[in-house]
């Protein structure tokens, strides 16, 4: 009777459920799991960090809609993704975990990296399990990747100790798991969508919040049609940007605060009020403010404050009803409101001070002036990466997207180091489905030194991904040269070295010179604008464009602080 290695069992399961790309770092006991993924037809990217690989598989997970694979080895392996691990489930992205661990026999004697795996990534996962038996590989892995998929989408972990790797399973007791159907649609009771139309057309300061959930739902179509024919001015939430293009022109952005504390009614379209949206609550909302809040998860119905109007359903259907019964009405809120005259001004004024800060080139340059020039060379439809602290924040509002899927950054968990994984990620998703598209990855100095090695993966891989590192020598801010050696002259530099510092004009853009390529230093402008025209000209390798700001470069003046510091 024919006989099956457990390994091809695995990436042949994974490939009948969908699944087409693994990213890891391999090693004992699953060098040959790697191979078998390949000649299944999967494609296998190496990375240099386990969190960085975890980081892509959960960007291409969220890009495409089907979960990546991040494969580590036992012990330290697995451990060092559970930050990547609670990053994807916070986020609600689709992602597989795959980890060797130590032979049964070996557990409990101090087996090679014995370690509770399955117990350890419980906290981080919807579903996770060690399948008992080569022939029931299938069953796991279908479930595996349905729980990472229906739903909520969030992780799966699946535990391989080596002797079940290296067993083998008669062809004929292998478990027969067909692939799932699509993720079932959740409709909307009709009667709640009358209800919140009702509630938006009464409305004298409507306002739609639209998060990265109607960019994970594909609802891009819909929304914008809603958008252009109510009128209704809107925000996205970081990564809820180009599910409604950053430039139409019921965006009210540039009035965030202003839109947030004076609304009476806001409908929450796959946005959760959390940390990001300052839970809902005065003083950043008006104390009497209705929301209507649209999610896929019920638990997260009512969450810090009670909805007026909460909906358990897909975006998708939501939206579609919902332009049904404003239409039927020809509803539209009219420039001519109260409201937007408001909004209207205070984007202007905002938008005024920014450009001032924009076209301000004297150096050492500032965050805004190197945003506004590096987006007028952009291809309008590139994908953004960013992390960082004012790097992020500020590139939020200065980097424009029109397309939706098209911005990853520190999301939900607010994680460092997601950058380079992340834009290894887009640049494959680019490669197969969106050839010529271009990969923007904009690192603060501090966070490019969590995951800067992925530098040779995207090398080795040929990805065309720029990476422009915003420089100001710290952890939000830094020192000048002659500061820093100041502080530094005299005593233990482990006591006197402020903790936000990070070395002066590190250059690195010298990475690329390991590679025989050539990186960018600029501390002007014209540098900068130089060096951006030739990067979007390689079609094959990576390039790094350091940029120099003032230490000292800040956000322009806000009226809260980012955080929302008591729930009290």
């Not at 404003?326 to 009219?334: E, L, Q, S, T």
Request: glycine letters at 8%; proline letters at 6%; aromatic letters at 8%.
């Amino acid at each position: 009777m024919t006989e099956v290695e457990a390994v091809q069992i695995i990436a042949e399961s994974l490939k009948q459920q969908g699944v087409d790309y693994v990213f890891g770092i391999i090693g004992i006991p699953v060098i040959e799991l790697s191979m078998a993924f390949q000649a299944a037809g999967l494609k296998y990217i190496g990375m240099r960090n386990e969190q960085a690989a975890c980081y892509a598989a959960q960007a291409i997970g969220y890009m495409t809609g089907k979960p990546g694979v991040c494969l580590v080895v036992s012990g330290p392996g697995l451990l060092h993704v559970t930050g990547g691990m609670a990053n994807a489930q916070v986020n609600c992205w689709p992602l597989i975990v795959i980890g060797g661990a130590t032979n049964q026999d070996h557990e409990g004697i101090g087996g090679f990296q014995e370690c509770p795996q399955v117990e350890l990534s419980r906290p981080y996962c919807k579903y996770a399990a060690r399948p008992p038996t080569a022939a029931l590989i299938p069953l796991h892995v279908e479930k595996a990747v349905r729980y990472a998929t229906y739903g909520r989408p969030g992780v799966a972990y699946l535990d391989f100790p080596g002797n079940i790797l290296q067993s083998k399973a008669t062809e004929s007791r292998i478990y027969k798991a067909l692939p799932h159907p699509a993720p079932p649609l959740v409709y909307p009771p009709h009667a709640e969508v009358i209800r919140a139309a009702q509630l938006l057309r009464q409305a004298k300061r409507p306002l739609v919040i639209i998060g990265k959930g109607s960019a994970y739902a594909h609802a891009e179509n819909t929304l914008r049609h809603f958008i252009e024919n109510t009128n209704l001015p809107f925000l996205p939430t970081p990564m809820g940007k180009g599910v409604v293009s950053d430039t139409a022109a019921q965006c009210v952005s540039s009035a965030r605060t202003l839109a947030l504390q004076k609304a009476d009614v806001v409908l929450l379209l796959g946005a959760r009020l959390n940390w990001i949206l300052h839970f809902g609550r005065a003083p950043r909302y008006d104390k009497d403010v209705k929301f209507i809040q649209v999610d896929i998860c019920p638990e997260e119905l009512h969450n810090s404050v009670i909805s007026s109007v909460a909906i358990q359903a897909d975006i998708r259907p939501f939206a579609e009803q919902l332009f049904e019964q404003m239409n039927a009405v020809n509803f539209r809120f009219g420039y001519e409101q109260d409201w937007w005259k408001q909004l209207a001004a205070k984007c202007k004024e905002n938008r005024d001070t920014v450009q001032q800060m924009s076209l301000n080139t004297t150096t050492p340059l500032n965050y805004y002036a190197v945003f506004h020039h590096l987006r007028e060379l952009l291809p309008r439809d590139t994908i953004i990466v960013s992390e960082g602290a004012n790097t992020m924040d500020i590139g939020r509002s200065m980097l424009l997207n029109e397309q939706p899927r098209h911005r990853l950054d520190a999301g939900t968990f607010g994680t460092m180091g997601v950058g380079p994984g992340f834009a290894v990620a887009a640049a494959l998703y680019c490669r197969d489905f969106a050839p010529g598209k271009r990969v923007l990855c904009v690192e603060g100095d501090s966070a490019f030194g969590f995951s800067g090695m992925e530098i040779e993966t995207m090398v080795r891989y040929k990805l065309p991904i720029t990476i422009v590192i915003v420089n100001n020598n710290g952890i939000y801010g830094g020192f000048d040269k002659d500061t820093f050696e100041a502080i530094r002259s005299e005593g233990d530099l482990t006591q006197i070295t402020p903790p936000s510092a990070l070395g002066v004009q590190v250059r690195y853009e010298e990475m690329m010179k390991m590679f025989g390529m050539n990186g960018y230093f600029c501390t002007e402008i014209e540098q900068l604008q130089s060096a951006v025209k030739a990067a979007n000209q390689l079609t094959d390798r990576p390039t790094i464009i350091n940029v120099a700001i003032s230490p000292s470069s800040d956000r322009k003046p806000q009226s809260f602080n980012w955080l929302t510091e008591s729930k009290l």
